[in-house]
Structure formats: C-alpha cells, structure tokens
C-alpha cells in the first residue's frame, strides 16, 4: 500500500509568481484535503476535494485553487504568491473524508 | 468562536518520566478530538480521537486521553515516554469523523531529557 505523497518537498519562488503543488493519494482513496502550517503553527485547513469536486474550504483567498484528477491525485495552484505563504502544505487523503493519512508535505519559500 | 488552546508550547521531559499535554477547546456542537504528532520532516500521524462513549481513550504508541466536558480538555497523557517520543504534538477539534474540517491547537513540542 503506498501512502500520501507530495512534489516537489521543498522550492522557492518569488513574490507575484504562480506556484503548483501536487500530491498522490493513498491507494483506494477518494478525499484530498489541503492545509497551510505556517511556522511554529498548526495546520490551517484550505479546501478539501471529493471525487474530483470542491467539499468545502476554509479562510483562503480565491489566489488558493485545487484540482482533484480522475485518478484522485490533486493539486494546490497559489498565484500572486505573497511572502506570508511561504508554509509548510500538507496534503491528506481519505476514503470518503474519513480518518486523514497525512502525507511529507511541501516547503514554499516566498522570497 | 471555535478554537483549540494547547497552552504550553514547549516541554521537557526526562526519559522515563510520565507526560501530560494539556489541550482546551470551544465549540458549539459535541465534538470530536483529535490528537497527532509531527516529526520533523514528517507528516501528521494520527495518536487516537475521540467521537462519543468511553472518555478515556486509548492510541497508539502507548499514548491515551482522557475527554472531560465539563473542563472542556482532552489531555495527552503518557505513563513513560521514550526518546523517539520528542516531536511536536497537535490538538484538534472537528464536527465529524472527517479531519478535514478540523481546527488545530498551535502545537506543544516536546523534548525528551536523557
């Protein structure tokens, strides 16, 4: 059984770029869900995607959008990046928004 | 509003010693708790949550917690912690079984004395 991966682990980008994160589900897996940890905080839920549909979102500017692919795998598009997302983002599968199987997460460095 | 306070954001424990990480929420509804631990360079691994029934929960890890309405907390306890326990642990609060509408503390690192 593979778990909850994320590409890339870690990038830099620079204020006003466009930046792409993605993750595989676990196998079986239909719910992704998204959140930002910022440093020496907890994770702050973004949006979660069901069976390729946006199932709820939390405190995020439109600049935050996902997508989930037939095959569940997703991504996190952030445009206009702002240096207050430079964050940890984690991604988390379930089957059907059930218990969450977190995966390494993905290190964006806005500078 | 809801929330989650995890009042100690760091402690330090000697090996062997017991544990206890203190955890308070608000919410309007009952809900349901949740703790994980995060190493670093890791992801999230879910300890043990707690939905409804009998308030002191068992996890992995020889970790458990005890839900308390009245106190509105959920503490992390553990009789005797080793090394490999030291990471960061988080609480959190949700209205479902799903995490992903849950609501997390700010975290208490934990090191371990040897």
């Known amino acids: 059984e593979t778990g909850v991966t994320q590409s890339p682990t870690h990038l830099i980008k620079t204020r006003g770029q466009q930046v792409t994160l993605r993750c595989s589900s676990q196998s079986g897996h239909n719910t992704v869900s998204w959140y930002q940890q910022a440093l020496g905080q907890g994770p702050q839920f973004i949006f979660q995607?069901?069976?390729?549909?946006?199932?709820g979102r939390g405190n995020f500017p439109p600049r935050f959008s996902g997508l989930q692919f037939p095959n569940y795998s997703s991504e996190l598009n952030v445009n206009a990046l702002e240096l207050d997302d430079s964050a940890l983002y984690l991604c988390?599968?379930?089957?059907?928004?059930?218990?969450?199987?977190f995966g390494p997460g993905t290190r964006l460095t806005v500078t | 509003a809801q929330s989650v306070t995890q009042p100690d954001i760091h402690i330090t424990v000697s090996e062997g010693a017991s544990l206890e990480l203190r955890c308070n929420y608000s919410?309007?509804?009952?809900?349901?708790l949740f703790w994980y631990v995060q190493s670093p360079g890791q992801g999230l691994q879910l300890l043990l949550k707690y939905f409804s029934g009998d308030t002191l929960v068992q996890g992995i890890k020889g970790f458990e917690a005890e839900f308390k309405r009245s106190q509105s907390s959920f503490n992390l306890r553990k009789p005797s912690v080793h090394w490999s326990d030291a990471a960061e642990y988080f609480c959190a609060v949700g209205r479902y079984s799903s995490a992903s509408k849950i609501i997390f503390g700010s975290g208490t690192r934990l090191s371990i004395r040897p």
């Open positions: 988390a599968s379930s089957l059907d928004g059930d218990e969450q199987y």
């Open positions: 995607y069901y069976r390729e549909e946006e199932n």
């Open positions: 919410y309007g509804a009952t809900p349901y």
